[in-house]
């Protein structure tokens, strides 16, 4: 059974489905980013005498600094995705227009791309 044979255009009681599923995490990733900015301000604060606990705080601070990053990506992924539930063509590869797999949409109901399209994208031949 190929990818697409199960790809149908999602209905509006499964598009609900996963704008709520989008919109928890949503909130899980935002109190995340909260929390590891808290994290960083706390190390940033402490006093450290000994060489080992400088570094150490030093690559705890870059650690935290970088999922930042990653969650500032998903998040902006999950607003697209949101975006595109309020347009009403949430669950269609935005680069080709074709229907998304009902289980790559379980998976990862941000994704914009069905699975041929995820994979042009990954290899640097999508815009």
Do not use: H
């Amino acid at each position: 059974m190929s990818s697409s044979a199960k790809a149908a255009r999602v209905t509006k009681k499964e598009t609900e489905k996963y704008r709520r599923a989008l919109v928890e995490k949503k909130a899980s990733l935002s109190q995340e980013m909260l929390k590891n900015k808290d994290a960083g301000q706390e190390n940033s604060e402490e006093i450290t005498q000994d060489i080992a606990d400088k570094a150490s705080s030093s690559y705890t601070k870059e650690f935290l600094f970088s999922l930042s990053d990653g969650e500032r990506l998903l998040l902006q992924q999950i607003d697209q995705a949101l975006a595109r539930v309020e347009e009403g063509n949430f669950g269609l590869c935005t680069n080709c227009g074709n229907p998304i797999p009902e289980k790559r949409l379980d998976a990862v109901p941000w994704t914009p791309y069905c699975v041929d399209c995820m994979e042009l994208s990954e290899k640097g031949l999508l815009d």
